[in-house]
């Protein structure tokens, strides 16, 4: 079960470095961020109402869980999204491939969730494909050396970090429900995230705000996604090894790359086939 729900959660996610990609040709990342997040704030209580018969119980680790998460997601949904600003897709996306690897091991040591050895073998695959998606002429180094050259990579590389130790805080979130409700803390977190960025959005004014109107249908579809994808991430988290279900979203990469080249006419999807190939069986090792 909660691999089909991951692989729906990096469907849907996919899709949103396009529509961010758009929208930031004219209005700036912080408030792409907080535009986005807060239109998707009805649909996301709609179906947390509907999913969630009985109010769970929380505790103050709930609250230090939820709010540490949305601490972190304000700090690496903007710098990805400045990323996004700054460089291709197809460049940026593929180097958020790191975290992974260490949720798997932080989420050993503190959460208990041992993998297996074909678990470990499927992660390791899933990060060489995802590596090499982003493999160039420049060599195999290339990626670690761009972020001297490129700040929009560095930005992305910071971003993957932080969103290595965000699932870790909303399973234990999750964990601190009772009973135990994804949806709530999938609620919760995203309404503390348009929270702590209002303020700086309010200081950029109205002229930055509407630049969002200039875009309108990509701002809509990308709020539909932040409105429905974490009720399934999320219940995976509850479900599934964290460090899994985190390798299994990493298979948006792919998604990405191949809407980069239908939609924004990147080049190069030919010479990342072997790459995104290397992701699958890894996914496919890490699902069974």
């Known amino acids: 079960m909660w691999v089909a729900l991951a692989l729906g959660a990096a469907l849907l996610t996919s899709f949103n470095p396009i529509l961010y990609k758009r929208i930031l040709q004219d209005a700036e990342p912080l408030v792409v961020v907080w535009g986005v997040t807060l239109l998707a704030l009805p649909m996301l209580g709609l179906f947390t109402l509907a999913l969630t018969p009985q109010f769970p119980r929380l505790d103050g680790l709930f609250l ?16 990805s999204t400045k990323a996004l600003k700054l460089e291709d897709v197809s460049l940026v996306t593929p180097l958020l ?28 695959l899933v990060l060489i494909g995802a590596y090499w998606l ?10 670690f050396k761009s972020p001297a050259l490129k700040p929009g990579v560095a930005l992305v590389l910071l971003a993957g970090l932080l969103w290595a130790v965000t699932p870790l ?15 709530v803390v999938a609620f919760v977190a995203t309404a503390l995230l348009a929270i702590l960025l209002t303020p700086a959005v309010a200081v950029s004014g109205r002229p930055a705000l509407g630049k969002l109107f200039l875009h309108r249908r990509e701002w809509l579809l990308a709020a539909l996604i932040a409105g429905s994808a ?7 988290f509850s479900l599934g090894f964290v460090g899994y279900v985190t ?4 298979l948006s990469t792919i998604m990405t790359v191949l809407w980069g080249s239908l939609f924004l ?21 890490t699902a069974l």
Request: aromatic share 6%; charged share 10%; proline share 7%.
């Open 64 to 79: 230090f869980s939820v709010l540490g998460s949305a601490g972190l997601n304000v700090a690496a949904h903007l710098a």
């Open 97 to 124: 491939i790191f975290s992974p690897a260490f949720t798997v091991l932080i989420s050993a040591l503190f959460l208990g969730e041992t993998p297996s050895a074909r678990g470990v073998m499927g992660v390791a």
């Open 134 to 143: 982003n493999h160039s002429s420049a060599g195999w180094l290339a990626p």
């Open 169 to 183: 805080l909303e399973k234990t979130g999750i964990r601190h429900t009772s009973p135990e409700s994804p949806r």
């Open 230 to 236: 974490p009720i399934l991430g999320y219940t995976a």
């Open 247 to 250: 390798t299994l979203f990493k």
């Open 265 to 285: 006419k990147e080049r190069n999807l030919a010479q990342r086939l072997p790459g995104s190939l290397m992701m699958v069986a890894g996914a496919m090792l």
